[in-house]
Structure formats: structure tokens, C-alpha cells
């Protein structure tokens, strides 16, 4: 059940939150845990019980940290982080295992082959199981206590906002308002404010501009123009952003309804001067998950230059393994984490390091290239289309594409998410109008956004978030 769907706005949604805060404090961690499960089981169905399976198995392991030290603590840790990954490594990447050992007895002419039997991927798999993983972890370190209670554990693994496609919220995040939590009114308000924003985003922006970049993307690769190609990654840009961005802002106001922080996962990436600041602003829950459970477990930068390098590679390549099982995606994190060594390694030895507008325009084309390969069905296909912008060849299209590609409503939302993207939104004021103006404007332009995104659902239905894959 996806959040931009009429399903959940008109039925999910409204049923959850009158039941939640019916119900007296003490038992709403029940409601959310339940309602999660369901929300999961409407399309999980019996892969739930992996999820369910995961929330028990957790909370007994975290418990036995408490109860053990040495050795037994050691290995405690060790097997909980291995069970963790065995259904992510299994749901998520076995077929491409066992694909890659096919496309490696292939060159060297093997007559081996394997059968590549198909597995149906659990929606969140590599989010809970992060969870999950940070969980144990932060408890084995003393960071935070285990979860005094079953309910309240599976409440945070399920909590059906971020389940899907995140942010990664880490247990120590929430701890202190697990038990006890009041929702304020202008909590409820500013989370509202939140939801519409990213539901926005979703159905307004990104489907809009999601149908260039799929129309383009789809074309056979003789009709692409060096220009159209460019305009297709450009579209393509401009979706994933504000696809995960508003989902992650959707997830946000869901939780603030209910009494939860959850942290902050997109600041306006396409305003990075470099790629380390892109990394800063983009699914910027991921970067500090791997930042601080994996980067600086490696040694970081406290090894030596070159050790720095390779524990950067190492992150950026499992950055891409992470989010698809593909070759295409492993290219992708890889291509991102050659960047930020060359960055590196240009301020270390040169002092240079780019900034400004120029700084700006740079990044926004490197990170465009790069999502040629997150986009493109398949690695050759993505060699064509970057052989396509890179305008090696002769290419031609007709002329009756170019009116189906850009009429004036997607040239308008194409502007208007252009602008979205980079406007400096901290400089939004309202100068000299009073704080209750403010709140009738803000409550009037939601209500106005949330009734055009519901036209359009009725009208269109809705696709897919595009990180529910992941």
C-alpha cells in the first residue's frame, strides 16, 4: 500500500489515526505495531512473517547482550549480525549471485550454467534490516538500552512510515519517547504540513516529470538525439529526487503526527558545490549509517591516505550493491565513490575544490551521469545512452517525437521542479505578517496542494515510489 495512494489517504490513514488517538497512551505502541503489520501483510502477505521473525529474534538477541560478556557476547553479536543479512543476501541478491556465476562461466566458455529461479522481493527489505543491524549494534556498545518490552521493539522495527523506503531511523533516535510521548497540536499540524509537501512532490513533480524521463528512456536507442537524451537523464534527475525526497517527507509528517522526530533524510542535494557535499544533502540517513557503522569501523581516515581511499571505495561500492542487485547499480556506487577519491585527493595535493555556481552546475552534471546507470534497464543499455549524450555517432529523431516528448504542461512542471530543486528555501519569509497569517497561508496552500495531488490520483492513479524496490 503505497502513501500516495487513494487506499491509504481515504482509508488507511484516517481509520489509524482515529483509533490511535482513541486509544489511551499506554497501548498506542500496540496500535502502531498492529496497524504496521497490516499495512505490511496488504502486500507483503506471508513475507511479513520475515519481518515479524526479525522484530522477536532481535529483541531476545539484544536482551542476551545484557545478560553475557567475552567471548559469548562476541559471538552473540556475530550471529545476530549474520542472521540479520541471510534474508537481505538471499531476497535480494541470490539471483543475481547466481546470474553473475552464469555471466562469468559464459566468458570463459563454460558449459555450466545454473538455473535462475525467480524470488520475490520483501517491499523494505535492506531499511529493516539496517534497523535492525544498527539496533544491535548501538545496544552491544552501551549507546542504548534494549527495548524494555516486545511491543515496543516490534513498534519501532514495523512503524509503517518508515518501514517502506525509510529514513533509517535509528533505535537511540526515538528511545526517549518510545514509553512516553505527548502530540501536540502543532506537532500534528507540522506534520500535516509535512505530508502534503512530500505527497506533492510525489504526485505533482515527480509523476510529472517521471513521464519524460520514462518516454524518453523508452525509446529505441536510434531515435535519441544527443539533446533528448540529456533531457531524459535531466527528467530522470529531477524524479528520483523528488520521488524519495517527498516519500521521506511523507514518512516524516506521518511520524510527527504521532509523536516521533524522525530525522531529516534529503536536504536539497542539487545544491552541492562537490560531490562529498552531495552526500551530505542526499538520503543523508544512509551516508551516516554507513559513515558510522561500517566507514568508521574500517579505520576511516585515521589509517593513512591510502587506506582512506580504499575504505571509500569499499563503501561506495556496497553504497551501490545496496541499492539494487544489479551490475548497473554496483557501477553507480562505484562511479560515485571514484568521484569523491578524485575530490580527495585534488584538495589534498592541490588544494583545490570546487564551489560557486560553477561548483554547483558541476556536481548537478556528474550526479546526472551517474544516474544514467540507476535508470538504464541494463549496463549496454546505458553505454548506448551515455555514447547518445556524449554525441559520438550520428543520431536523429523524428520530428513527430518531439511534440509527444515536451508539450507546455511538462515544460511547465519541468520549471517549476527545476526551481523546487535549487531555490534556497531557508530564504522563504513572511515579512511583517503576523504568526497566525502564516499559518492560515501555510494551512490554505496544503489544503490547495493535498486536493490537486487527490485529482490527480483519481485521474492518473499512482506509480509506484521508485525506492520501494530497494
Known amino acids: 500500500m503505497a502513501f500516495s495512494s487513494s487506499a491509504f489517504i481515504f482509508g488507511f490513514l484516517p481509520i489509524f489515526m482515529a483509533v490511535y488517538f482513541a486509544t489511551p497512551s499506554r ?14 501483510f496488504t502486500d507483503g502477505g506471508i513475507l511479513t512473517s520475515i519481518l515479524c521473525g526479525s522484530i522477536v529474534f532481535n529483541y531476545l538477541m539484544a536482551l542476551y547482550f545484557c545478560k553475557s560478556s567475552g567471548i559469548a557476547r562476541k559471538s552473540a553479536l556475530t550471529i545476530g549480525i549474520v542472521v540479520n543479512l541471510m534474508p537481505l543476501l538471499y531476497y535480494k541478491y541470490w539471483m543475481f549471485f547466481v546470474q553473475s556465476v552464469n555471466d562469468a562461466a559464459s566468458l570463459i566458455s563454460s558449459n555450466a550454467h545454473f538455473e535462475v529461479s525467480q524470488i520475490l522481493l520483501p517491499a523494505g527489505v535492506s531499511f529493516f534490516t539496517f534497523h535492525a543491524i544498527s539496533y544491535l549494534l548501538d545496544v552491544y556498545n552501551h549507546k542504548v538500552k534494549p527495548a524494555s518490552s516486545l511491543v515496543d521493539f516490534g513498534m519501532y522495527m514495523a512503524n509503517f512510515p ?12 526515538i528511545v526517549d519517547v518510545v514509553r512516553d510521548r505527548k502530540v501536540r497540536l502543532d506537532q500534528i499540524y507540522s506534520g500535516f504540513i509535512s505530508f502534503v509537501i512530500g505527497l506533492s512532490k510525489k504526485i505533482i513533480l515527480a509523476d510529472s516529470v517521471g513521464n519524460v524521463a520514462d518516454s524518453i528512456f523508452a525509446l529505441p536507442h536510434s531515435e535519441l538525439t544527443t539533446g533528448i537524451a540529456w533531457l531524459g537523464a535531466f527528467a530522470y534527475s529531477l524524479q528520483i529526487y523528488f520521488d524519495f525526497s517527498g516519500y521521506s517527507d511523507m514518512a516524516i509528517g506521518l511520524g510527527r503526527m504521532m509523536g516521533f522526530e524522525f530525522p531529516q533524510n534529503f536536504n536539497q542535494p542539487y545544491r552541492s558545490r562537490n560531490i562529498t557535499e552531495f552526500w551530505r544533502r542526499w538520503h543523508m540517513t544512509l551516508s551516516r549509517w554507513f559513515r558510522d557503522y561500517l566507514y568508521i569501523p574500517l579505520g576511516g581516515n585515521r589509517a593513512g591516505r591510502v587506506r582512506t581511499l580504499v575504505n571509500l571505495f569499499i563503501i561506495f561500492f556496497l553504497c551501490g550493491l545496496w541499492h539494487g542487485a544489479s551490475y548497473g547499480f554496483i557501477i553507480w556506487g562505484i562511479y560515485h565513490g571514484v568521484l569523491l577519491i578524485i575530490e580527495r585527493e585534488l584538495l589534498a595535493r592541490h588544494g583545490f575544490a570546487t564551489s560557486g555556481w560553477a561548483g554547483q552546475a558541476l556536481t548537478f552534471f556528474l550526479v546526472m551521469i551517474g544516474w544514467v546507470f540507476f535508470r538504464a534497464s541494463s549496463v549496454p543499455v ?3 545512452y551515455l555514447t547518445v549524450m556524449s554525441n559520438i555517432g550520428s543520431h536523429q529523431t523524428t520530428m513527430q517525437t518531439i511534440p509527444i516528448l515536451l508539450g507546455p504542461d511538462k515544460i511547465t512542471f519541468l520549471l517549476v521542479a527545476s526551481v523546487c530543486a535549487i531555490f534556497p528555501m531557508e530564504r522563504l519569509r513572511f515579512m511583517g505578517v503576523s504568526g497566525w497569517m502564516v499559518t492560515g497561508i501555510q494551512g490554505a496552500t496544503a489544503m490547495t496542494l493535498m486536493a490537486y495531488s487527490c485529482i490527480l490520483i483519481a485521474a492518473n492513479g499512482f506509480n509506484p515510489f521508485i525506492y520501494f524496490r530497494f
Do not use: C, H, K, T
Open 162 to 173: 518508515q518501514l517502506i523506503a525509510g529514513p533509517i531511523v535509528r533505535y537511540s533516535e
Open 382 to 384: 546505458a553505454i548506448d
Open 27 to 40: 497501548f498506542r505502541n500496540g496500535v502502531i505495531l498492529v496497524a504496521s503489520l497490516l499495512f505490511y
